[in-house]
């Protein structure tokens, strides 16, 4: 990860997931609460998504790890930018933790998902910070006001990843309640009927 790609491509990686679960985890729960307005899909599919997400939970523990010792020897800033992506890390890795006793939990899918966004954007800003693409001027990296100036970025960029998972919750929501007013009684029976069997269906 010595350059300036190193970092964004992994940071892109945790957004795009980050910005998935923004969705999905907003939509299954007010599925959950709407049974009657949502198209679930087959178990297969589902459990093909929750094999792939699972991976990149397991990266979150891993990630942590290698940024522990990633550090050493290394600038005063270049080891605060590093430390902070670690809060993020270990963050996204305790939620994990506990999702294991507390499945479906909507508040740490929701930390989780808030982490995973703060870990991409953080990505790309060590990437700007450490690595300045088209030459543009080095950070100093020996300074304290640097330091409490990444500090605050960090803040920010949190408060965004924030705002961008308010604004998935609100499109969701409106649009499964968009649905729900244009469903008429007929298809609301049928609806409710292969609700049922899909309740079936998971209980054998």
């Given amino acids: 990860m010595g350059n300036f790609k190193g970092h964004a491509l992994p940071g892109s990686f945790f957004l795009l997931f980050g910005i998935w679960w923004s969705v999905k985890y907003p939509m299954r729960y007010l599925c959950k609460k709407n049974k009657n307005v949502c198209y679930v899909a087959s178990m297969s599919v589902h459990r093909r998504i929750d094999i792939i997400e699972g991976i990149v939970k397991a990266i979150f523990a891993l990630i942590g790890f290698l940024f522990y010792y990633h550090v050493h020897g290394r600038e005063m800033l270049d080891i605060h930018v590093h430390t902070l992506l670690l809060v993020a890390v270990f963050g996204g890795s305790i939620s994990i933790f506990l999702e294991v006793f507390l499945r479906g939990n909507i508040v740490l899918e929701l930390l989780r998902t808030s982490l995973c966004i703060l ?21 100093q990296l020996d300074s304290r006001d640097n330091m409490m100036f990444v500090t605050m970025c960090y803040c920010w960029h949190y408060m965004v990843a924030l705002l961008i998972m308010a604004i998935s919750y609100a499109i969701v929501s409106w649009v499964i309640h968009t649905k729900l007013k244009r469903i008429d009684p007929l298809e609301m029976g049928l609806l409710k009927s292969s609700d049922q069997a899909q309740e079936t269906e998971e209980e054998l």
Avoid: E, H, V
Wanted: aromatic share 28%.
């Fill in 119 to 139: 870990q991409g954007s953080w990505f790309w800003q060590i990437g700007f910070i450490l690595y300045p693409p088209n030459g543009r001027t080095q950070w």
